[in-house]
């Protein structure tokens, strides 16, 4: 069915010395990706946290993170396997922050 994605097994924080002092968004890995991919995001103090996925029409495909998060890194698996090859934009939403990532899914 459209839309219908595997949603990750679960999101990992590693917190690890000082604190980020900014949110960042870093770009996936691997990126051409098939069929699953990493995320990694950093926050520099516990909030809530919206990571989705988005087709080229503005469509979101997957909802990976809809939580509170804590702060240092942290990270999630995308799993792809339902969604057919293109490129595809995830985007972070951290209280007012948002920022948007391309990545591209080559079966």
Known sequence: TPGSVNV???VANETEGALPRTIRLDQN???PFNPSTSISYSLPQSQ???LSVID???REVAQ???RVQTAGQ???TFEANDLP???YMYRLEAGAF???KKMILFK
Do not use: A, K
């Open 98 to 100: 948002s920022v948007t």
């Open 64 to 66: 990976l993170v809809n």
């Open 48 to 50: 809530l946290v919206r």
């Open 8 to 10: 990750p097994s679960g």
């Open 56 to 58: 080229m029409l503005g």
């Open 29 to 31: 890995f691997p990126n």
């Open 74 to 76: 942290n990270h999630v």
């Open 85 to 87: 090859s293109g490129i």
